[in-house]
Structure formats: structure tokens, C-alpha cells
């Protein structure tokens, strides 16, 4: 509904001034504050909450193979197909710029699919390694594009990919352990007492105190709330909370999490209609809905081919992961939060149109095809 309600305010913009005016004065806000410092650390805290740990172990290795290489392995494929694109059509964009833009289309969010998927009876198993899967690859993806977008900052020039790697663990390593340290004092401060008001509150500051100390020690804010919602929602849940003060928890994140999506989603319509758009910009991106799902089956082959001798794959998952693999809330987040110079108006029009294609034929269809393959 957000993203129809976002299409609604692009094609009424030319002829509602009002709304180009309000396009403008919402591009004064600095976004990268707002989504990047702010909204992105509910909506990961929120999606990490309601994953269960122990399901969430048994499909360990192929969750973080799918998550860490399958990222890695789509931002490449992705930023270096569009940089060719781009000069194919005259339109030269440093390959930083491309590799950035790869980083943030690479993320997958199934907040649209699981539910189809629930009803189309795929293997737990199967649902589980989506869920598990795009939860760190939102974490892994926001690592990259921060750590690329910091090279590109300090000037192509200075590109190393040994410096790159070394800055990549330590925020990457830095941020897991520094979640399972927040997850912890949480759950100490939600043992001490049962009051579902002042725990929810508890859990408000884990995520707002604690992701703007990442940003200081430098460590990864988004991999630390990732870790830090499952190992509260799971540690506490099992120990720390009683039915009520759950119930209270688990709807106050999934109203968080569902409230951020539609906003982002808004957010990215509105911004739409201050953008430029190039006819030549407009075919790149229709294009790019081929590379994205291509670099995504990529991702998910070499993975699952590589895996099958120590791990149980569900027969159809390379399709239904390719498929399913929907772009949403964090791409739109990182996409807004870029500055101008980076080559912002081109990377949001066709993140628009990707994101669109994603959610309305991939979304719409994911069901069907994993009823026909079942």
C-alpha cells in the first residue's frame, strides 16, 4: 500500500505544485541522519527480535554463507555490469559510485513474501534461511556500503582492498560483539523488573543509546542491533518476561518495524518527484532489474552448490531464494541517505524502479511459483 500510495505521488506531482513544493522542502532533511542513525536501527532491532535462536543455529552456515559471500559476491556482480552499463550509454560514473550502488540493491527483504510463502507451505527450514538470510545481509550490506561509501569520501585514489578488508572486519567482528554485549545488559535490565511499560522503554534505549555508541567506538551500529534483537527477544523471552510484558514487546516491535516501511517507502516517492529523471537513466534501471535478479541467482547458486555436500537443501531453493529475494526498506534508506555528489539522482530513479518491479511482480507471483514448484 506504501509503495502504490508512493507511485499516487509521483504521477500527481506535475499536476499538484503543492506536492513538488513539499519534495523540496522534505530534500532539506538530512537523511543520511534520519535512516541511517536513526530509523535503521529499529527496523534491524526489530527484525532481529521476533527470530528464533535455536531454529536460527541449526541453519547457521548456510544463513551467513548466503549472507556474508552472497552480498559480497552481488555487490561486485552488480556494481561492476552497471559501471559497463553506464559507459554503454555515455553516461561515465566512477566504478566506486557503481560498486556503491551494488552494496545497497543487494540487500533482500522478505517482509512482504514470508507470509505468502507461510501459505504456500514451504519447508520451515526453507523459510528460516530466507528470514535468517536477509536479516544479516541487511547487516552485512549497510557494513559495505558505509565502508565503500568512506573510501569514496576520502578519494578513489586512496582504494585499497587490504585497508577496505581490515576496516570491514573490524566493524563487521567489532559490531557482533558488541550486540551480544547490548543484547546482554538488556536483558539484565529487563530480568530486574516486570513492567511492560518501562521494558519496552528498556528496549527503545538498547536501540537508541546503543547504536549511536557504535557510530563512536567505531563498530558496526546495524550487524550490533541485528544480534542484539535476537539475543534480547530470545534471552529474555525464555527467561526474563512474563506472557503479558511478551505480548506488549513483540507487538510494539512489529508495529515499529511495519510503521518504518510504509515511511520509507513515502519518504522515497516524495523524493521522486524533485528528481530529474533521464529517458537514458529510466532504460539503465529497467535493464538493472535484469542484472539485480541475475547477480542474485549467482549469489545463491555458487553458495548452495558449494554448501549441498554438508548442508540439506530443500529441492526448488536456488528459484524460490532468487525470486523471493524482494528489495525494500534498506535499500530505499541507503539509496536516500546518499549525498548528491555520489551520483544520488541516477542511483534513486532506478532503485525506484527496481524496488517497484520487486515488490509488484516478484511479491505478487512468489506465491504462485512456490505452489507450482511444491
Known amino acids: 500500500m506504501s509503495l502504490i500510495g508512493s507511485l499516487l ?3 500527481a ?7 513538488e513544493s513539499f519534495g523540496k522542502d522534505l530534500s532539506s532533511i538530512n537523511f543520511n541522519i534520519l535512516l541511517m542513525k536513526v530509523m535503521l536501527g529499529f527496523l534491524l532491532f526489530a527484525g532481529g527480535f521476533h527470530i528464533n535462536a535455536s531454529r536460527l543455529k541449526k541453519e ?24 559497463y552499463l553506464f559507459l554503454y550509454f555515455h553516461l561515465p560514473i566512477p566504478f566506486i559510485y557503481c560498486l556503491l550502488f551494488g552494496a545497497l540493491i543487494s540487500p533482500t527483504d522478505p517482509i512482504a513474501v514470508l507470509g505468502i510463502l507461510k501459505e504456500a507451505k514451504i519447508p520451515q527450514s526453507l523459510e528460516l534461511k ?7 545481509n541487511d547487516g552485512i550490506a549497510v557494513v559495505i556500503f558505509l565502508t565503500i561509501a568512506e573510501t569514496a569520501g576520502t578519494g578513489a585514489q586512496n582504494f585499497s582492498i587490504g585497508d577496505v578488508s581490515i576496516l570491514f572486519m573490524k566493524e563487521a567482528v567489532g559490531g557482533v560483539l558488541y550486540g551480544l554485549m547490548l543484547g546482554y545488559i538488556g536483558y539484565l535490565a529487563l530480568k530486574s523488573i516486570d513492567n511492560y511499560k518501562v521494558e519496552v522503554l528498556i528496549t527503545i534505549a538498547i536501540v537508541m543509546a546503543g547504536y549511536n555508541l557504535a557510530d563512536l567506538i567505531h563498530v558496526s551500529g546495524p550487524l550490533a542491533m541485528v544480534v542484539a534483537g535476537i539475543f534480547t527477544g530470545n534471552k529474555a523471552k525464555a527467561v526474563a518476561l512474563s506472557e503479558i510484558t511478551w505480548d506488549y514487546l513483540s507487538k510494539f ?7 518504518l516501511n510504509a515511511v520509507l517507502f513515502l519518504l522515497l516517492g516524495v523524493e521522486m518527484l524533485v528528481v530529474k529523471i533521464n529517458s537514458h537513466i529510466l532504460l539503465i534501471g529497467v535493464i ?19 554448501l549441498r555436500r554438508w548442508v540439506k537443501f530443500e529441492k526448488h531453493a536456488i528459484k524460490i531464494l532468487t525470486w523471493g529475494g524482494l528489495r525494500g526498506a534498506i535499500s530505499v534508506a541507503m539509496v536516500l541517505s ?7 539522482d541516477q ?26 514448484l511444491a
Request: aromatic share 16%; charged share 10%; proline share 5%.
Open 9 to 11: 505521488i509521483v504521477i
Open 13 to 19: 506531482g506535475p499536476f499538484f505544485p503543492v506536492l
Open 60 to 83: 547457521g552456515l548456510p544463513i551467513l554463507t548466503l549472507a556474508i559471500f552472497g552480498t559480497l559476491f552481488s555487490t561486485f556482480i552488480v556494481g561492476g555490469l552497471a559501471y
Open 130 to 136: 530466507i528470514a535468517g538470510e536477509s536479516l544479516f
Open 253 to 259: 516491535w512489529q508495529l515499529v518495524e511495519e510503521i
Open 288 to 306: 538493472m532489474i535484469v542484472v539485480v535478479l541475475l547477480a542474485r541467482w549467482l549469489s545463491v547458486a555458487f553458495p548452495v552448490v558449494l
Open 338 to 344: 546518499m549525498p548528491a555528489n555520489f551520483y544520488r
Open 347 to 372: 542511483f534513486l530513479t532506478i532503485t525506484y524502479i527496481i524496488v517497484v518491479f520487486s515488490i509488484l511482480v516478484q511479491g505478487l507471483t512468489i506465491g504462485k511459483l512456490a505452489k507450482k
